[in-house]
């Protein structure tokens, strides 16, 4: 088997999985705004989408990452409150779905 054959199969390979996912997770979605009332006006983001030409809708766990911090944020709290700061943008799409719109990092820095 060809480099370029086994790069094509891994690519198929992936975005299967990537849809078998992505149904999952739409399942889980459903079936958690069932449980309750209150569920349903929560926010919960498992796929998020980005600017990426490759994969326009990414697990939100993929874009989360640790960042070493030894003496900026001295406790979970600390880092809480600071993320709880970072300003985004909340819309209401035309059927009534909330979108939420965050900056980058290059974004964020840039608006100040």
Request: aromatic share 12%.
């Amino acid at each position: 088997m060809s480099i370029k054959n086994q790069q094509e199969s891994e690519k198929k390979i992936e975005s299967a999985s990537g849809a078998k996912f992505l149904e999952y997770a739409k399942d889980w979605d459903t079936e958690y705004k069932n449980i309750r009332k209150s569920h349903k006006n929560r926010l919960v983001k498992i796929y998020v989408e980005t600017d990426e030409r490759d994969a326009a809708y990414r697990p939100a766990c993929s874009l989360v990452y640790p960042m070493i911090a030894d003496r900026i944020l001295d406790s979970p709290y600390h880092a809480s409150r600071f993320v709880s700061l970072l300003p985004f943008q909340r819309l209401e799409g035309y059927d009534k779905e909330r979108i939420e719109i965050w900056n980058s990092i290059q974004a964020f820095l840039t608006r100040g």
